[in-house]
């Protein structure tokens, strides 16, 4: 009897022993985290089609849904109508002022031929300043009808920029119907349906970059001078055959105010006191969930 008792005496102080071998001691925990962002619409209409399931995995600058575009498309339509009308206005100078030109060519072959008979003496002085006399006149007609054809075509030109400028407002609101997701992620919820009529500024869906977590934890004002910017720490959570599985982290971030711990603790002891938060980076394995808690060791 005396010898079950000395070896249940030892069991128990081994099972002890054990017991407080496995215990881990860490120095703050916290609850994962990670950038979400919502995606709302930039247009008013019916959402013509709208790709998005709640746990799906986007890229950036994937086109997911469209907003209906008819009416912008017709008003842009009717816009550059507008302006190929216009446009038609525009006089041809070169054209307008051909019959000038030939005048002109004639005129000058006049006056050189008149110039030759003068120094032949079968021709008058009076007849060569004649003839020069309209050359020049000929040359200011030119002149006049090009600057006259030119101020038309520049006011033409003038009427389409305000067009223009509707259009490229209507291109403008054309992109914006397409539904694009700004960064790469996962879809964690769904605001909206296909064909819903949606107006500018509502809430589509909300999503996150999971490749990389946040720990989201509070160290006390003592363990405060341990810690800083970019140092590596250790992460440790619950993994699926009981024991810890840890991560490597990166603090990202300090606060530089002390707050009260917030309600998740437990205690309401550990609750009044004053705390820091921090963030730690830890890549995501694909185990990691937002809200899963873990233990910070560093």
Known sequence: MKSIKIYISALGLLLLGACKGNKESFDASGAFEADETIVSAEANGVLEFFRIEEGMQVKEGEQVGLIDTVQLYLKKKQLQTQIQALLSQKPDIQTQVAALQTQLQTAERESLRVARLVKADAATTKQLDDMRSQVELIKKQIDAQQSVLSINTRSINEQTEPLQMQIEQLNDQLAKCRVVNPVSGVVLSRYTNAAEMVNAGKPLYKMADVSKMILR??????????LKLNQQVKIFTDGADGKYKEYNGTVQWISDKAEFTPKTIQTKNERANLVYAVKILVKNDGY????MYGEVSF
């Open 288 to 291: 990691l969930k937002i809200g």
């Open 217 to 226: 934890a509070y160290i006390s004002g003592d363990q405060l001078a341990r």
